[in-house]
């Protein structure tokens, strides 16, 4: 490179390096489970439930109150994420919805990191289909939550 010249493009990894995930799968796995409880959620049937689930046929579990615990949940767990691992998770989000693909993840992961002031947790879950596309962003590095499901982990 001549002197005084500026190096216009951003170094890459080598050719034929995948990228790497930095959030791990386990993590990944959890707000896939959680936001499938979550998105699950219907109307609510009853507003005054009673005290024994029993006698409102565990209903209750479905119907989407304003103090859900499967919504808490999940909104801590992600608030608590570092914020490397935010934006990965929102960068895996986009590569499993089909916005980028694996060859593009440093791009996905640097729009995401500009985009890192906004609140992760609303924008994630308030996502529809968010834990699709995180499944399909985690096949896309060979990961999938099969072990998880099963229990193994």
Known sequence: MAI?????????APVGTPPSLEISPEKV???IFK??????KVEVVEPDP????????VRVVLED?????????LREFIDDLSQDEAVQLVALTWLGRGDYDL?????????ANRNREKNAANYLIGTPQLADYLEDGLAAFGESCAAYEEGRL
Request: charged share 30%; with cysteine.
């Open 4 to 12: 005084g010249k500026r190096r216009t493009t951003r170094p890459t």
């Open 29 to 31: 796995c959890f707000v």
């Open 35 to 40: 936001a499938r409880e979550f998105h699950a």
């Open 50 to 57: 009673g005290s024994n689930p029993s006698d409102e046929d």
């Open 65 to 73: 109150y304003a103090d859900d615990a499967t919504y808490a949940e």
């Open 103 to 111: 060859s593009e993840w440093g791009a996905a992961v640097a729009e």
